[in-house]
């Protein structure tokens, strides 16, 4: 179906706030077909904003991962002898941020700076994301200069304090500019930067590390890996868009379509103006909605079993008898096969719309992963046993968080929900650490079968949340049947109060409603607002 955006329409109901003159843009109807945007303009409009928005934020997350990892390869190429400290004080430098043995400092500096993540809506985008960028590549960099341990570690801690005021809010940034169906691979894309990096940060920083130059190899590094994040700041300040209106890329017939979806996402045709306040009703709506606090508690059982994965890794690799370098090689596969199921599933999960059953079917193969490495002592079926675990949590954490944009009906509510996430989940891996006591290696009976628990009691929650949504979507459907009983036939829009005080909005599909569309889908052209005609839980 097609309709012209040359004269393109929205037909909407208008929030009390706003003039009519405000929301003059309507949806032509095309007699004989539904009403919706031009698929081609949108296509081009979607990969418009793949290659520019997309590709910047994956190349910062990259960044992260090598800026945070490179601490290690820094003490192996002499860093402690060279500063006059030994394993007591580089521990610390390893609490301090997370790497292998210490994520509870990681997960204690996290909590202080999670709710920076409701900051990408206060701040515009391109300023936030420069700032933190560039505040993580000074302090990345100026471990090169550091002249005693003391320096490393204020390094380290504006090193976290920056990517914790980042990483965890760039998808609720996405969902400002991809629709539902779209956002869970575009965050997959994103996240997968991690398990990816993790798959050559070592080959990288050793290759760095050799090199035969008159700057300590250390030093070098830490400069080699630092400058290309201070050049990615300057470009996100002058690159990343703020919103869909505000990109100088996009034609005048993307920017209509892009109004389009604008409105059946927030019910204004003006995407900058959902940026620069919060809601307060809003925000305590949030609190009352069951997967608030359900989906939280998801990312708390896979952050437990992730952290372990640096822990016990290692310790099956030296049990193999691999050389240091040969296991560090073996490592990469697999982080890699984890980034490979992870753009799969976040894909699979936006074509489907059916996430909860993506989400429980990793969250099972990671706990048979576990289990193996609990009960098994054969070190290729434990290394198999890796494969699973890496490829269930990782995947599982990416659709978590998409999980959680997709059924939060307005950004206030997004904002609320990821803030709540990261607050919560980030407190995973002070349990899951503890659960692996050196004097229990290399197996770690104890500590795989936790983690085994923790992802089947994902599953567990997830199978309950999918309920509870699928429970939500008969109940609107009966409802918005019964009103278009009430209204007759070919009603154009269907009204809801939305928690901001205004009207919900939505383009109705004559007999769409009525033709009984199923518990998981919802009208085409429908809300994505809570309250909005059409509007439906993803599954």
Excluded at 334 to 349: D, E, G, I
Excluded at 371 to 383: K, N, T, W
Aim: glycine share 10%.
């Amino acid at each position: 179906m097609m309709i012209s955006t040359d004269a393109l329409e929205i037909s909407l109901v208008s929030d009390p706030r706003r003039s009519e003159e405000d929301l003059a843009t309507r949806v032509v109807e095309d007699e004989e077909e539904m009403y919706g945007i031009d698929p081609v303009l949108e296509r081009r409009l979607r990969r418009k904003l793949d290659r520019r928005l997309i590709t910047l934020v994956f190349a910062a997350y990259l960044f992260a991962f090598l800026d945070r990892s490179n601490i290690g390869n820094a003490q192996t190429a002499g860093m402690g002898n060279d500063l006059g400290f030994g394993d007591e004080k580089y521990q610390w430098l390893l609490t301090i941020f997370y790497i292998p043995y210490s994520r509870q400092m990681l997960a204690q500096v996290h909590f202080l700076f999670e709710w920076f993540a409701i900051m990408w809506k206060l701040v515009p985008p391109h300023i936030w994301a420069g700032v933190t960028v560039l505040t993580w590549g000074l302090a990345s960099t100026l471990q090169a200069v550091a002249t005693n341990w003391e320096g490393l570690m204020v390094c380290r801690w504006f090193l976290a304090m920056a990517e914790a005021g980042f990483g965890p809010g760039v998808p609720y940034l996405l969902s400002f500019f991809y629709r539902r169906h779209e956002l869970g691979f575009r965050c997959g894309i994103f996240l997968s930067a991690a398990p990816l990096a993790t798959t050559f940060a070592g080959a990288l920083a050793y290759g760095i590390t050799s090199a035969h130059t008159p700057l300590t190899n250390w030093r070098l590094l830490f400069l080699v890996e630092g400058i290309p994040t201070l050049l990615l700041a300057i470009a996100l300040y002058f690159l990343l868009p703020d919103s869909p209106a505000s990109v100088s890329f996009l034609t005048p017939a993307e920017k209509r379509v892009a109004s389009a979806r604008a409105i059946l996402q927030s019910g204004t045709p003006d995407s900058s103006s959902r940026l620069g306040a919060l809601s307060l009703s809003e925000a305590l709506a949030a609190f009352r909605s069951p997967q608030t606090w359900i989906q939280p508690l998801m990312y708390f059982s896979c952050n437990v079993s992730f952290a372990s994965l640096p822990v016990f890794l290692p310790a099956i690799l030296a049990g193999m008898g691999y050389s240091s370098v040969n296991a560090q090689g073996l490592t990469a596969p697999p982080y890699f096969f984890a980034f490979v199921v992870c753009l799969v599933t976040t894909y699979l999960a936006d074509r489907t719309q059916q996430r909860g059953l993506v989400i429980i079917t990793l969250s099972l193969v990671a706990g048979v992963g576990y289990l193996l490495l609990a009960v098994e002592h054969s070190l290729p079926i434990r290394y198999f046993g890796v494969f699973l675990a890496a490829g269930g949590v990782f995947p599982a954490i990416a659709n978590i968080l998409s999980w959680v944009l997709n059924n939060q009906g307005t950004d206030t509510k997004r904002g609320v929900a990821i803030a709540m996430l990261n607050i919560i989940g980030q407190c995973g891996p002070l349990l899951g650490t503890r659960m692996f006591p050196v004097g229990e290696g290399p197996y770690y009976t104890k500590g795989m079968a936790v983690c085994a628990g923790f992802m089947f009691f994902n599953a567990l929650l997830a199978v309950c949340l999918r309920a509870w949504f699928v429970r939500e979507n008969k109940r609107l459907v009966r409802e918005e049947r019964e009103c278009d009983g009430s209204k007759g036939k070919g009603a154009v829009a269907g009204e809801g109060e939305m928690e901001g005080g205004g009207k919900g909005l939505s383009v109705v599909v004559e007999g769409a409603v009525a033709g009984g569309k199923g518990e998981g889908e919802g009208v085409i052209g429908a809300s994505e607002m809570e309250g909005g005609w059409g509007y439906r839980y993803v599954l």
